[in-house]
């Protein structure tokens, strides 16, 4: 592991899974740089998804870069990845240092306010492979993000997503556990959330 990060490390000790925390991955300047940046710079959609045979519009708004040949699709979203920008190549670069995966993608999530979700789901998509490895990184307002094991009914977590922090999803994590953004009536700012991925 980078020594650089091992006094900002947080191992959660959770069943089939395998989950590490770095609440300053990135350091609030730089974190506030980025975030502006990035509010500015992705060509942000807003995309209709189907549930229980009825459209709605995402409650945020996505955006797909990386390697042009791997799309990416969920919730019956196809998504075509726009060119690496600087800056998130530069992201990506540092994100690897600790994960120890060449990402080939990176799909954002723009969450306008405390109305803006993302509910309950594992990273588990076809095109991800076996045990996937997913990076996940949050600048702007915090959020809550929520964990629950497919199985164990007892074994949830809560973790408050800072500014600047990055999430490490390995091993059977999207087998075993499902998570969310969950919505909340507090005022709150918005949050960029950027998720690198591994596409097969």
Known sequence: MNSLFQSQTIFLNLPDAEIIYYPAFFDKKEADEIYAELMNSIPWQHDEIT?????????????????????????????????????????????????????????????????????????????????PVIASLSFGAERIFQLKHNTQKDQKKNIVLEHGSLLLMKGTTQHFWKHQIPKTTKPIDSRINLTFRLIK
């Open 51 to 131: 549930v229980y045979g009825k459209k709605h519009l995402q409650p945020r708004l996505t955006a797909l870069h990386g390697n042009q040949e791997k799309s990416y699709s969920y919730s019956n979203i196809k998504m075509q990845p726009h060119p690496w920008s600087f800056l998130l190549q530069k992201i990506k670069s540092k994100v690897e240092t600790v994960a120890d995966v060449s990402f080939t993608s990176v799909l954002l999530n723009y969450y306008r306010d405390g109305k803006d979700s993302n509910g309950w789901h594992a990273d588990n998509e076809k095109e991800l492979g076996i045990n």
